[in-house]
T-cell receptor
C-alpha cells in the first residue's frame, strides 16, 4: 500500500511570494490533514478535511493560507503572500474512518524556507 | 497554552537498557493518546496508542502507561536498540490530535 505522497520536498522562496504544496493521501482514506511543524515544535493542525468538506480550519491563518481538496482525494495548501515566520515543515496526513481510532499516517513533508 | 508537554528535549541511553519517555497533559477530556516516532527527513510514524479507559498497552518492546489522575503518560522501550534513535512525539486526541514538542532519543551502542 502506497503511503501519503507530498511534493515538493523542499521549497525556498522570498517573503511576499506565493507557494503551493500538494498531497495525495493513502487510497481510500476519507480524512486528510495539513499540519505545520516549526523547528523544535510538534506538528500543529492547520486544516482537516472529511472527503472534500472542511471539518476544522480553526488554526488556519485564513488571510494568507488556503487549502482545497477537490473531488475528495488529493489536496493543495497555498500560502500567499508568505512571511518569514511561515518557514516550517508542512506535513500532510490521512486516516480512514474504518481504521484504528485516531491513527493518522503522515507524508514526509515539504520543508519551506522563506527568505 | 501547551496542552501536551514533553519536558525532556533529549534522552540518551545505552543499548539494551530501558528508555522511558514522559508526557504530561492538562486537558482531562482527552480520550486517546498516541506516540509517534520521527526520523530525520521523514514524516512521523505511528508507534503505539492507548485509550483513556486503560492504564497500559503493550506492543513488543514498547509499552505505554497512562496515569489519568496525574495526567501523565510514559513510553517504555525495552530493550533499547540503536535503531530506536529518533524524535518521539506524544499526542493526545479530542477529535483532533494535539502534539507535544518531542523528545530526541539517542541509543548508544
Amino acid at each position: 500500500e502506497a503511503g501519503v505522497a507530498q511534493s515538493p520536498r523542499y521549497k525556498i522562496i522570498e517573503k511576499r511570494q506565493s507557494v503551493a504544496f500538494w498531497c495525495n493521501p493513502i487510497s481510500g482514506h476519507a480524512t486528510l490533514y495539513w499540519y505545520q511543524q516549526i523547528l523544535g515544535q510538534g506538528p500543529k493542525l492547520l486544516i482537516q478535511f472529511q472527503n472534500n468538506g472542511v471539518v476544522d480550519d480553526s488554526q488556519l491563518p485564513k488571510d494568507r493560507f488556503s487549502a482545497e481538496r477537490l473531488k475528495g482525494v488529493d489536496s493543495t495548501l497555498k500560502i500567499q503572500p508568505a512571511k518569514l515566520e511561515d518557514s516550517a515543515v508542512y506535513l500532510c496526513a490521512s486516516s480512514s474512518i474504518r481504521g484504528p481510532k485516531n491513527i493518522q499516517y503522515f507524508g514526509a513533508g515539504t520543508r519551506l524556507s522563506v527568505l | 497554552d501547551q496542552q501536551v508537554k514533553q519536558n525532556s528535549p533529549s534522552l540518551s541511553v545505552q543499548e539494551g537498557r530501558i528508555s522511558i519517555l514522559n508526557c504530561d497533559y492538562t486537558n482531562s477530556m482527552f480520550d486517546y493518546f498516541l506516540w509517534y516516532k520521527k526520523y530525520p527527513a521523514e514524516g512521523p510514524t505511528f508507534l503505539i496508542s492507548i485509550s483513556s479507559i486503560k492504564d497500559k498497552n503493550e506492543d513488543g518492546r514498547f509499552t505505554v502507561f497512562l496515569n489519568k489522575s496525574a495526567k501523565h503518560l510514559s513510553l517504555h522501550i525495552v530493550p533499547s536498540q540503536p535503531g530506536d534513535s529518533a524524535v518521539y512525539f506524544c499526542a493526545a486526541s479530542l477529535g483532533k490530535l494535539v502534539f507535544g514538542k518531542g523528545t530526541k532519543l539517542t541509543v548508544n551502542p
